[in-house]
């Protein structure tokens, strides 16, 4: 389940975790294939199921949406093996091309192949700097309260900026849809 929602963290931690001896490889690998596959196969399946409605309209207008597309059009087939490992287009991928004439077959095929490709890589990843990581981490552990701090000062002023922007927008709104006072 976290391969498929959250990815290549959670499949590298599972990597490490191999490292240490917790976990077997191929089971952790082909396990986080699984998450992978299935939560792609969802998303395409939402893009080709509900590609007339709001949400998915909605997604075919941000810029990553776009950009799928134009790979996906230069190059489907590769572009439906890679986009997994591609930055920022996890998500968004399989929705976009559930909009494609792609078929079902030719989409779960490719998608299988390339889930247990991602699911080796990651966990090898996290295998093989399974001790770097742990260091690193072991290193920030120290300096945790200070992180702490400075990640609530951020998120608490993320929110005040947020909502002073929302209120802005909403003053402009109700100014523009004052209606015309009576003769």
Request: aromatic share 12%; glycine share 8%.
């Amino acid at each position: 389940m976290g391969a498929g929602i959250e990815g290549e963290t959670v499949v590298v931690l599972s990597g490490i975790m191999v490292h240490r001896g917790l976990l077997p490889f191929f089971p952790a690998a082909m396990v986080a294939a699984a998450g992978s596959f299935v939560a792609d196969q969802l998303f395409f399946l939402l893009g080709r199921s509900f590609r007339e409605r709001p949400f998915v309209r909605r997604m075919q207008h941000r810029p990553t949406f776009t950009k799928a597309m134009a790979a996906f059009n230069k190059h489907p087939t590769l572009f439906v093996f890679a986009f997994r490992f591609l930055y920022g287009l996890r998500t968004v991928s399989p929705i976009a091309i559930g909009t494609t004439r792609l078929s079902c077959m030719k989409f779960l095929a490719i998608n299988a192949v390339a889930a247990v490709v991602w699911g080796l890589v990651f966990v090898t990843l996290g295998y093989c700097f399974g001790n770097a990581i742990e260091r690193a981490f072991g290193r920030l552990h120290s300096l945790a309260p200070i992180l702490a701090i400075a990640l609530v000062v951020v998120a608490v002023g993320a929110i005040l900026l947020y909502n002073r922007r929302r209120s802005l927008a909403d003053d402009r709104d109700s100014q523009i849809e004052q209606p015309a006072p009576l003769a």
